[in-house]
């Protein structure tokens, strides 16, 4: 790994470069610096548009999730979290899990849509209520989506999940 510094540029602005260097056996430093200016650049644009996500998404209360088909390891954003009142120390998040706290009148109901979604490899949009650890009944919007791989096989499940419970009140 190199060091990165910030330059004035004679045209007034700033130039990001990185600096690698090594010893040689004589003692001798040699170096070179190349120019990571745009790579600083994308990463504070990435940061803010990372920033700027996570507040619509906390604005209008809406999460993200993922599912590998193959490992079946699920991945919950923060909202999503906040959305089921789960803590990520105590809950590991599962379809299974997920499961366990829809509201029991919705249970069967989201587990066809959830199983044709996964046999039939079709996308998903439905209402449902969940229960919160608290004992808090919340109504959710739930779509999803099948993505394939390079064969043209489902290999995950991308979808989001919004607290509609305010706005049906």
Not at 29 to 46: H, M, P, T, W, Y
Not at 143 to 168: K, M, P, V, W, Y
């Amino acid at each position: 790994d190199g060091v990165r510094l910030r330059f004035s540029h004679k045209n007034g602005g700033f130039v990001w470069l990185e600096w690698v260097y090594r010893q040689t056996k004589a003692g001798s430093l040699i170096g070179s610096a190349k120019d990571v200016s745009q790579n600083v650049e994308d990463a504070r644009e990435l940061k803010r548009n990372v920033e700027l996500l996570n507040q619509a998404s906390s604005m209008a209360k809406v999460g993200y999730w993922s599912i590998d088909l193959t490992t079946r390891e699920m991945h919950w954003s923060n909202m999503i979290w906040q959305i089921y009142g789960q803590d990520p120390e105590d809950f590991h998040p599962t379809i299974e899990g997920c499961y366990e706290c829809c509201h029991p009148e919705d249970l069967e109901r989201v587990k066809r849509m959830v199983n044709r979604a996964l046999n039939e490899s079709t996308a998903w949009h439905f209402t449902f209520r969940i229960k919160r650890p608290n004992g808090e009944i919340r109504t959710v919007v739930s779509a999803a989506q099948i993505d394939r791989d390079e064969c043209d096989n489902a290999s995950s499940l991308f979808g989001i999940l919004q607290d509609i419970t305010e706005a049906n009140e």
